[in-house]
């Protein structure tokens, strides 16, 4: 069974500085997705960033980006001038290249919460 | 932006009853699902649903949960016979399709007292 680990229960960064959030993963799959979403304290989930597996290029969006190593199964976000808009719980989530239908479940991560300082 | 809608927001129920959790996924998505977020823990796949049958349901989604999509429009998730550890926030989240990302709602919250 596939499983995600994020290993920083919590992390803090001062505004504008950038952070990383850390996150692993198993699976034995080749082809596969992986996201992070942010939880703000509304509790709704916010797709951040995907990344598909069989792209070496990093996924970026703005001042999202991420590190992605495949045969380490990584998947760390950096979040640049850090705002604080950005303080959320971040979760890291897998989900399959499924070509069973219905069966892509996500699998997510514990999550990190993120605290900016200003 | 289209939205997946879930009411009610926040929904207090006694232990035993049953409670209908209700979603309005984006109207051109084909595939449905319910996940759950126990206050404080990772958020866990209940079941998803495609072509009005579920394809795949996690081992809590027991007997006493149950789906519908009874009218092309609302996706339903039942809980029959609620308990305390039921508590927790229930998102539904719909994909268009395999290629797609999902949307989630902004999530029920059940307390079950």
């Known amino acids: 069974a596939q499983t995600v680990t994020q290993s920083q229960p919590e992390m803090s960064v001062q505004e504008a500085e950038t952070v990383t959030l850390s996150c692993t993963y198993d699976?034995?799959?080749?082809?596969?997705?992986l996201f992070w979403y942010k939880q703000p304290p509304s509790r709704q989930m916010i797709l951040v960033i995907r990344?598909?597996?069989?792209?070496?290029q990093n996924a970026t969006e703005n001042r999202f980006s991420v590190n992605f190593q495949k045969a380490a199964k990584s998947f760390s976000l950096k979040i640049s001038d850090s705002q604080l808009g950005d303080a959320a719980m971040y979760f890291c989530?897998?989900?399959?290249?499924?070509?069973?239908?219905?069966?892509?479940?996500?699998?997510f991560g514990q999550g990190t919460r993120l605290t900016i300082n200003p | 932006e289209p939205e997946v809608t879930q009411t009610p927001s926040h929904q207090v129920t006694q232990m035993g009853q049953e409670v209908i959790l209700r979603c309005v996924p984006i109207?051109?998505?084909?595939?449905f699902y319910w996940y759950r977020q126990i206050l404080g823990q990772k958020v866990e796949f209940l079941v998803s649903?495609?072509?009005?049958?579920?394809?795949?349901k996690s081992e809590i989604f027991d007997d006493q949960f149950s789906v519908e999509r009874p009218d092309g429009s609302n996706f339903t998730l039942k809980i029959r016979s609620t308990k305390l550890e039921d508590s927790a926030m229930y998102f539904c989240?719909?994909?268009?399709?395999?290629?797609?990302?999902?949307?989630f709602g902004s999530g029920t919250r059940l307390t079950v007292v």
């Open positions: 649903f495609y072509n009005n049958e579920i394809s795949e």
């Open positions: 990344q598909e597996a069989y792209k070496q």
């Open positions: 989530a897998y989900r399959p290249y499924a070509l069973i239908q219905g069966a892509q479940k996500l699998v």
């Open positions: 989240a719909s994909r268009r399709d395999r290629n797609y990302g999902y949307t």
């Open positions: 699976t034995s799959e080749s082809d596969y997705y």
């Open positions: 109207s051109n998505h084909l595939y």
